[in-house]
């Protein structure tokens, strides 16, 4: 029986195992690939020292055990030899049937990684630190927005989480939570008072300019709609005998593409209904529609209520300057200026009124066509403690209320006193 082979401090070495003359310790194997590879250490296991001078990296023992474990398992080694980007690639080729905005989105993250240095990172390299070093970089040395990396990171690691259900990787190194990583920039889409929705609509009415775009702001505010959905409204969409909006589809633009897309989620298709203020606007909408020679056709629909100076149907981003300017010129004229208001923050402030007036949150949840309703009831979660207060008091108002009405019915306080609190039996 040959005798086995030993390190400098009189150890058994494994099979595969051996120590180079210079004191290294070095692992032979065969890949699933069927290639002969190597790995190195100046240590045999955790407990040993480092020389000086020498370069620290996972002891030998460690490495054969992930080595093992890989092998056992199917991994792939290398990562099959994938970057960063060729794995985007893939992922992104197999996401067929995506809306148009999702597949822009998709060619915006290629771009990016092929100019990135870690574009052409082997996947097998990645760490999670290497992942939330990048991440961070986006953010302080390229300036990207919070938003616009949690958009990036939404393609990057699916495309990670198909590798390794490829077996091409073990782990998915972007499996952390962003924030505890970068600083959270984005601003908050906060819905605005009762008094500044007033203010705005109120200036917008009287000015000269912005008094044209009078109807539709008031009922994006009125109605909750997206701005997709109210730009991609036609007549046909309109029951005014009936004073019911019918959305099942949406208005988009990316680049320079126009075109009609599904609603955001399913449940976006819905009915809602008119209230009286919300009729009126559409009526004059109707009213002031130009005649046009020829309408606009985009994918099958036609007859879209507002036009852009060039006769075709406005879009979001014309919606989105409108009010941007207007908010500009109304704080350039008064002292008490206006928060930033948007055609999503007319949408937020829609659904928290509606909250604060204690609608049924699945009743609201229809009507802003979220398709999940815990997006509905987190409105309810914003409420602060100026809406406590307020809520309390009208409670408070409805008792005194009642016990008015009961002393004018003859009643005795202590009566009244047991209908409020009930008996101690």
């Given at each position: 029986m040959s005798e086995k082979r030993r390190d400098s401090k009189n150890r058994i070495l494994r099979t595969g195992e051996s120590q180079e003359a210079d004191g290294r310790y070095k692992f032979r194997y065969i890949d699933a690939n069927g290639k002969r590879k190597s790995v190195y250490s100046w240590r045999l296991v955790a407990t040993d020292s480092i020389p000086a001078g020498k370069r620290d990296n996972a002891p030998l023992r460690d490495q054969e055990k992930a080595i093992n474990r890989d092998l056992d398992?199917?991994?792939?080694?290398?990562?099959?030899?994938?970057?960063?980007?060729?794995?985007?690639?893939?992922?992104?080729?197999?996401?067929?049937?995506?809306?148009?905005?999702?597949?822009?989105?998709?060619?915006?993250?290629?771009?990016?990684?092929?100019?990135?240095?870690?574009?052409?990172?082997?996947?097998?390299?990645?760490?999670?630190?290497?992942?939330?070093?990048?991440?961070?970089?986006?953010q302080q040395e390229d300036k990207k927005s919070y938003s616009t990396i949690h958009t990036i990171r939404g393609v990057v690691r699916p495309a990670f989480q198909m590798a390794v259900d490829d077996d091409l990787l073990r782990k998915n190194p972007f499996e952390f939570q962003m924030t505890t990583v970068l600083v959270n920039d984005s601003m908050t889409r906060e819905a605005i008072t009762r008094k500044q929705e007033r203010t705005f609509l109120d200036f917008i009415k009287n000015d000269s300019h912005y008094c044209r775009y009078y109807d539709g702001m008031y009922i994006l505010f009125k109605t909750g709609m997206r701005i997709s959905e109210f730009t991609g409204l036609t007549v046909s969409d309109l029951d005014m005998e009936n004073r019911t909006i019918n959305i099942d589809h949406q208005l988009q633009k990316t680049g320079t593409l126009v075109y009609i897309d599904t609603t955001k989620t399913y449940a976006g298709t819905r009915v809602i209904p008119m209230q009286d203020d919300v009729y009126e606007c559409f009526e004059r909408i109707l009213a002031k529609r130009p005649k046009l020679k020829v309408e606009p056709m985009i994918d099958g629909h036609s007859g879209f209520l507002c036009f852009d100076k060039d006769g075709k149907p406005m879009v979001a981003m014309h919606w989105e300057k409108y009010f941007q300017h207007a908010v500009e010129k109304y704080n350039s004229i008064y002292r008490v200026q206006l928060p930033r208001i948007t055609p999503h923050v007319c949408r937020h402030?829609?659904?928290?009124?509606?909250?604060?007036?204690?609608?049924?949150?699945?009743?609201?949840?229809?009507?802003?066509?979220?398709s999940d309703i815990s997006v509905t009831l987190n409105t309810y979660?914003?409420?602060?403690?100026?809406?406590?207060?307020?809520?309390?008091?009208?409670?408070?108002?409805?008792?005194?209320?009642?016990?008015s009405e009961l002393r004018q019915l003859g009643m005795k306080e202590n009566e009244i006193t047991v209908l409020k609190f009930g008996t101690n039996g």
């Open positions: 398992d199917d991994i792939i080694p290398d990562g099959g030899g994938m970057t960063v980007l060729h794995l985007v690639k893939k992922y992104t080729a197999t996401k067929t049937g995506v809306k148009h905005t999702t597949r822009a989105g998709y060619g915006t993250v290629i771009k990016l990684l092929e100019r990135d240095p870690f574009g052409s990172k082997r996947i097998d390299k990645v760490r999670l630190s290497d992942a939330k070093e990048w991440l961070i970089r986006l402030t829609y659904c928290s009124n509606m909250a604060k007036s204690g609608m049924n949150p699945k009743v609201l949840q229809y009507l802003m066509g979220h979660t914003h409420l602060k403690l100026d809406d406590a207060k307020e809520e309390m008091e009208k409670l408070a108002q409805k008792q005194e209320a009642a016990e």
